[in-house]
């Protein structure tokens, strides 16, 4: 029944089969043509390559019970290869799947024979066995081959991509006549634009020989070895093995102390070691491995990964041509450097230590890289004017981002002032007691400051970032993880050399480490059993990309500062005029800069308006008319695009409304939760407003550009959360910790405040902090 749903009739295939072969490459740009005899050394560069060659595991064709073909999987593969196809790219697919098909088929025949022969023989006892005879493979290889052609072909062609079935055997690589007789058919499907579906021919092949390869060449004794000989015979690129698991794990995957390998190199083989075989098929881990380095020799990059798991199936493929982080990618050439999943690795252990130290130790390291920012500021200088020099004349960086990515005397002293400030906090920060509870006699229980652990902070073009994320990770405890704009590579290389050299006072050098790999910021939002904490430091953009990539990691942070001035009715002109243009003209680029101007209604055609608009277009700023605003108006500005605007720039929103409480719900309607302010000499209703707005700033008579840790005296700040959990507002030291809950007994069980027990709850507050609320036994 599957066949007849997905086969087209015969006329309409073989015109489907005739077009294809007429098609010419597709119009989307392919990938140019390199030199074969060396693979990629990155991930990143599998986005150049052309030939590329699919082999599909019999764990991944084949369904659970090793019975019929797991269709879903199929499809699904079969459509990224043909997108992959119509980019350009020429495919070749390995299968496995002709003995499962064919004992799905022969099985049903048996069945339906007995049936029939059951029928014919009612009323006697000759046929009361109806079990399944064992089949054998090569009959059922015979069986399922045209099956699963037939289906691959009609799946194909839902995509007008059109394939040819070469069955072969180890004999067609052996002789040299038979080998280039293949290559050349193989190398005319590909300029035909046609998919080959290559198998080994199971109905005749003998079975596999163990070490009978020969010397310098695999011997073909499963796909894996196919699929490697394939390969290295055709040039390609790119060898993609896809298997029932998520890649090479060092152990068994499984065992306590499996870890998936990232990137695996040829002489990294003595640190394997290799568990069973699949479920099914004749190869194992080993035999992928072997026949990988086998073809990472031929000049063929190689990537193992998991074609099975439900949730990755369906975009594996593009994902590893992408260049992300999946499966295990092997590479002949081993970075000088450590991976970043060993900087994170070392950033947590070193930072264990770090958290450990006298909290006066943290506060040296503090200010000894203070003085080291002001000691070492023409180094400084000199990598940021090289970083300048570099963004200048590629001219891709607008003037906001430019002005982050300079540095200049006055702000590396501004800096070292803050790191200062944030020292002092240092004193009583980690270990801190915030509440201590005397349960009963003998038995006190304390809730205490901890670090949370690894923090990831992305930041772009902004240098000074570095100093004072990495002195509030310091001063908090925190192992910290850095990955900086590529436009601030020089002055962050240098800014983190000075970083680690007031670490090393210490011992903690490892604590803070700066990621200078070709991670992809997507690959390092999945290392979520490696971090914490995930802080985005840049655009709204660079926000929501990381909020969408984050896999299980918190991300602190907002994605828009949509921030607003309510000018209400009794406000005064004076704090009208200076607190609007400094929340706008002061820096429009920032996060708390103002994005939309609210009026009430009874202030239009006023003294008070006309200022406003003389200042901002004294300003230059740009005014687009809510649609309220513009209704007013005989010849209005232009009216805004949405009420939902970011402008980051000398541009903004001017909306009337008819009350502080219309205010307030458009806020809630349109706003981000970030910093809203309200300007009014009317204390009833300022603390109305106050209330009940739901942001993380709220103000009464103050510039929105207070929103600022430094400005609060928080030393500096991480970032600014609009999240409803944990830190909101301006981040500083305080939300860069957590508590845990420590109890001291003498003992104590507690059977022994069962109704039965001896004991009783005392539940005493003690003189640090609050206690805590009533325990209530719930057994």
């Known amino acids: 029944m599957l066949l007849q749903r997905l086969a087209l009739s015969r006329t309409a295939l073989d015109s489907q089969r005739h077009a294809c072969r007429l098609l010419t490459r597709p119009l989307t740009r392919a990938p140019q043509d390199r030199a074969h005899g060396s693979s990629f050394a990155h991930r990143g560069e599998l986005r150049q390559a052309k030939r590329i060659v699919v082999k599909l595991g019999s764990a991944v064709v084949t369904r659970g019970d090793e019975c019929g073909l797991a269709l879903g999987r199929l499809a699904s593969i079969v459509e990224q290869v043909a997108m992959l196809q119509n980019q350009g790219r020429e495919m070749m697919i390995v299968t496995s799947g002709a003995v499962a098909f064919g004992k799905q088929r022969l099985r049903h025949e048996i069945l339906l024979s007995q049936s029939v022969r059951q029928a014919l023989h009612s009323g006697h006892s000759q046929l009361k066995d109806m079990s399944l005879p064992l089949l054998e493979a090569r009959a059922c290889a015979a069986a399922g081959q045209s099956g699963l052609m037939a289906l691959y072909e009609a799946m194909f062609t839902q995509y007008s991509t059109c394939t040819a079935q070469v069955l072969v055997t180890n004999l067609d690589f052996h002789d040299d006549q038979k080998r280039q007789n293949l290559n050349s058919t193989l190398q005319e499907l590909l300029r035909m634009n046609i998919v080959p579906i290559i198998n080994t021919n199971d109905a005749v092949v003998p079975p596999p020989e163990p070490n009978s390869d020969l010397q310098g060449v695999i011997s073909i004794k499963d796909n894996d070895s196919l699929a490697a000989r394939l390969a290295v015979e055709m040039k390609a690129d790119l060898l993609i093995a896809l298997s029932d698991v998520e890649g090479l794990y060092n152990s068994p995957p499984g065992t306590d102390d499996a870890k998936l390998i990232d990137i695996f190199y040829p002489g990294d083989q003595q640190s394997i070691t290799y568990g069973t075989k699949s479920r099914v098929g004749i190869g194992g881990m080993e035999a992928k491995v072997k026949a990988a380095l086998w073809a990472l020799q031929g000049g063929t990059s190689v990537v193992i990964a998991n074609g099975t798991h439900p949730k990755v199936t369906g975009h594996v493929i593009t994902d590893i041509v992408e260049g992300k982080k999946v499966g295990t990618f092997f590479s002949e050439i081993k970075p000088a450097g450590p991976t970043v999943e060993q900087q994170t690795e070392l950033a947590r252990n070193s930072g264990r230590t770090l958290a450990s130290l006298h909290p006066d130790q943290r506060s040296e390291i503090i200010c000894h890289l203070a003085e080291l920012l002001t000691e070492r500021k023409e180094e400084i200088l000199a990598a940021n004017k090289m970083d300048m020099d570099l963004a200048v004349n590629a001219g891709h960086l607008p003037p906001a981002m430019l002005k982050r990515l300079s540095l200049s005397p006055a702000k590396l002293n501004s800096l070292a002032i803050g790191l200062r400030q944030i020292a002092v906090a240092a004193q009583d920060s980690v270990g801190r007691v915030l509440r201590r509870t005397r349960v009963a006699h003998n038995l006190e229980l304390e809730q205490i400051t901890v670090p949370i652990g690894v923090l990831l902070v992305i930041f772009e073009a902004r240098p000074d970032c570095l100093p004072q994320v990495s002195a509030l990770a310091i001063a908090s405890g925190n192992a910290l993880l850095l990955k900086g704009g590529k436009e601030a590579a020089n002055t962050n290389h240098v800014l983190h050399q000075l970083t680690q050299g007031a670490l090393s006072m210490h011992g903690v050098r490892e604590a803070v480490q700066l990621v200078s790999t070709r991670e992809e910021v997507e690959d390092l939002c999945r290392l979520d059993k490696m971090i914490d904490l995930i802080i985005p430091r840049g655009s709204s953009q660079l926000v929501r990309d990381i909020q969408r990539a984050a ?37 429009p680029a920032a996060c708390n800069a103002m994005e939309t101007l609210l009026i009430h209604r009874d202030i239009l055609r006023t003294p008070l308006f006309d200022q406003i608009i003389d200042m901002l277009r004294t300003e230059r700023v740009k005014i687009h008319a809510g649609p309220r605003f513009a209704s007013y108006l005989t010849f209005s500005p232009s009216e805004a695009k949405s009420l939902r ?49 739901d942001s993380a700033c709220v103000f009464w008579n103050a510039s929105s550009r207070f929103a600022d840790g430094y400005r609060f005296g928080l030393g500096a700040e991480v970032g600014i959360s609009t999240s409803r959990i944990h830190a909101r507002g301006p981040v500083g030291l305080d939300g860069l910790l957590t508590t845990k809950w420590v109890l001291r007994g003498d003992g104590h069980t507690a059977a022994d405040f069962s109704e039965h027990g001896t004991m009783k709850y005392l539940h005493e507050n003690l003189p640090v902090g609050q206690a805590l609320a009533g325990h209530r036994d719930s057994n």
């Open 551 to 587: 896999k299980g990691i918190p991300v602190l942070g907002h994605s828009e500062g949509i921030c607003h001035v309510y000018v209400d009715t009794d406000a005064s002109v004076d704090k009208v005029i200076k607190i609007v243009r400094d929340s706008k003209c002061d820096y």
């Open 645 to 693: 605007t970011e402008y980051g720039d000398l541009e903004c929103c001017m909306e009337v409304v008819d009350s502080m409480q219309e205010a307030v719900d458009h806020i809630h309607k349109y706003g981000s939760s970030h910093t809203d302010v309200i300007i009014t000499e009317n204390e009833d209703t300022a603390e109305q407003f106050l209330q009940q707005l």
